[in-house]
């Protein structure tokens, strides 16, 4: 960082044995603190046939810039248990490593300049809270006790986290690279990675411009770089650059090395000491992106070089702050690229198109808090070739192939810097880089009042706005202003008849005489059913966690149609791809074939039977089966499923037809309470009955039997993770998913919230809505076991500071009798 970084000189720990090594365990391409963590943890856990590629210096690509701020709570459970680390393990470092990353525990402030930004701050406070981390709100007239400097005009509270601290980054990475060294990781500087060695379908080496390294397993930790060197292999990264900035000042009287660590989110700027001046730096809202080939290859140790006028604006919110500032002499301005992704994530794990080869890039300017955590869950990954920690926000294959798009990046990463410091707003939607990927009923839709989200690129009808109301999201920390709308969609679905737009599934084929072999290896269910009945099931890892979930088809007898959630269509696709090799079955990607057009809710059977001569009473169309038929002039798959819990057929429609099968619903249902629905009523549909959202309630860590869905796991064939699973059936287990409401009817939940029972923590929720057929907010929470007993039992939920009673049961609040998961 600055006047007291590292250069390239400081750092040589193998210049006595430059020669490349032939073959190593783990190769790890680049030596920014993502390579040089993942490098200690694989030492730290015994993988030491490791070698670490740099092709500069340590430290010498974006990690040298940071300012060194890091924090313990970030915005969810998983991602608070991976910085927090991050912080105990500087804290240790120079005596671990004897390399002194000046870490100082200064605490940090963060600022609320408006009444939404201080209910942000509680539940910051209220994440805190539930690890055990000592944050306290601060009213205004405090602030200056903290930070003598700081005005307090304009401010309606501050949060006060003494835990965080500063580092020197540059000596992070470079004591986390000496530290793997010591335990025996070989590291070479100055070895550039030009290609990726496969046998097409796994990594076997890496092509560097001094030779070639033998491996099974590859790591790309090379920061910005990360996605050309992916895309040489095919495998898509979503990450580009953008300029970041920070300035210092001379010394300035009052500063020194335990001032905490100002953020300053209303105004875009962060603060903190620096040689006895301060550091300013930006997130502002016009970010810069930067396209890869504007950052030359030799770019160690490289600046843009200063633009005080784009940093105008940002420094005059920092110096309304803090007005010292004013009269400051300005020294230094850092102007540096990092690599964003589109949805401020990083991107952590094993590619989806080819094994071994692993990802820890784009860290949205939060590497250096990141950087330990991710290294130590990458290093457990790579030895048991799983996640070991609810890794589903940071996944590489959550983003669709399409997402690694350069165009699609460039335009998106203007909004990034700007983005981590927003406010986050439950159901926050990127402004920037939208429709792009649409349903054939956009226009059908929009012209019905859609309001849409983005996942994955595609453009999801979210919710409905009447006639004159405005489709556009009103966001706030309380029901937002498509709650009465949304309220009058879930009725429909429980009453008459809706319909949503679920275009966006993934939709695979397993084609070929061996397409019942692959899909009985890698479903938990028994998918050898007859023609026509369908298959609701998991994807287990090989540690038994549940990876991903669908329904299976039988069409034919060597043809079966796997449905997976949307964000889910390329790491399905590759895991069939991948563990179908060698066998004779042809996986196609059908997703862009067809539309699926859902009529949900008690009126379905009527509507649709005025539209088809098929019969579809119960005994004609059972629940779990599909059919081909004619819907008024054209043709579609019609599967009785539901994940609203009423009566209802998927219409998996072909992409010419979907328009005209689309008008004849909406004439059909005129006179039937007839109601288009979106996600959010899908979703508070779904969570009163108690379906599982896989990657939002339970994840890669978790085993079926705690999510409740012990029912479609046979544990009598085998299938991948079965040997885990079995044992995980026959274990104790420590916590449950359970329905969990509040028993008062005005507030809502989002997601996170703690679970208190008998004055303790025992859980949070995992996906909060509002259940209006319950007239109250419901989710899924995962608990304690000790908690869960047969009947309902109480609970406290803390509500950003609010205590709220709540109930627990293990079957759904709405329809129990029926299954409380998905059947
Ligand atoms: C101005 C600024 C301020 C910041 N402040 C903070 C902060 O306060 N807190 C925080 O947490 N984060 C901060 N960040 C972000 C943080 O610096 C990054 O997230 C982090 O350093 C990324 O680390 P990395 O290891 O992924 O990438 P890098 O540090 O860029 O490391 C990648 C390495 O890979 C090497 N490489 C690339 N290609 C190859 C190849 N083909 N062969 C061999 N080697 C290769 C490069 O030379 C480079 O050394 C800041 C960033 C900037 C620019």
Redesign the pocket.
Known sequence: MLDDTLTATSFAPDAADASLPDRAQVVI???????SSIAYHLAAIGITDVVL????T??????W??????ARVRGSHPMTELSSYGVDLYRGLEEDTGVDVNFRPTGSLTLAETEDRLQELRYTAAIARHHGINARLLEPSEVPDIWSLASPDGLVGALHQPGDGTVN?GYA?LALAKGAHDSGVAIREG????GILTDGRTVVGVHTDRGDVETETAVL?????TRD?AATVGVPVALYAAE???VSTDPIEGVHDLLPLMRGLDGYFYARHHAGGLMI?AFELDGRPRPTDSIPDDW?FGEFGPDWEHFAPVRANAERRIPALKDANFTRF?R????FTPDSNFCLGEAAELRNLYV??G?????????PGAGRALAEWIREGAPTFDASEVDVRRFASSQANEHYLHERTREALGRLYALHWPNLQAATARDVRRSPLYERLTAAGACFGELAQWERANWFAPPGVEPVDRYSFGRQNWFPYVAEEHAAAREAVTLFDLTSFAKIEAIGSDALRLLQHVCTNDVDVPVGKVVYTLFLNRRGGIENDGTITRLGEDRFLVITPTSTQHRTLEWLRSYGQGMTVTIADVTSASATLAVMGPRSRQLLSRLTSTNLSNDGFPYFTSKEIQVHNAPALAIRASFVGELGWELYVPSEFAVHIYDAIVDAGADLGFRHAGYQALDSLRIEKGFVHVGHDVGPTDDPFTAGLGHVVKLDKEFVGVEAARVAKETTRPRRLVSLKLDEPDPILLHGESVIADGRIVGAVMSGAYAHTLGAAASLAMVEASVVSDEESTVEVDLAGRMVKGTISTRAFYDPSGSRMRA
């Open positions: 391409v680049g030596g920014g603190v993502a390579g590629l740099e092709r500069a340590i430290a010498s690509g974006t990690s810039h940071a300012a060194g701020l890091v980054p990475a070895v550039s990675v030009r930790a090379c920061g910005l770089w060197l970041h900035v920070h730096g160690a850092l540096a690229p990092e690599s820890a890039a860290f949205n300017s939060q590497g250096i808090i990141y950087g």
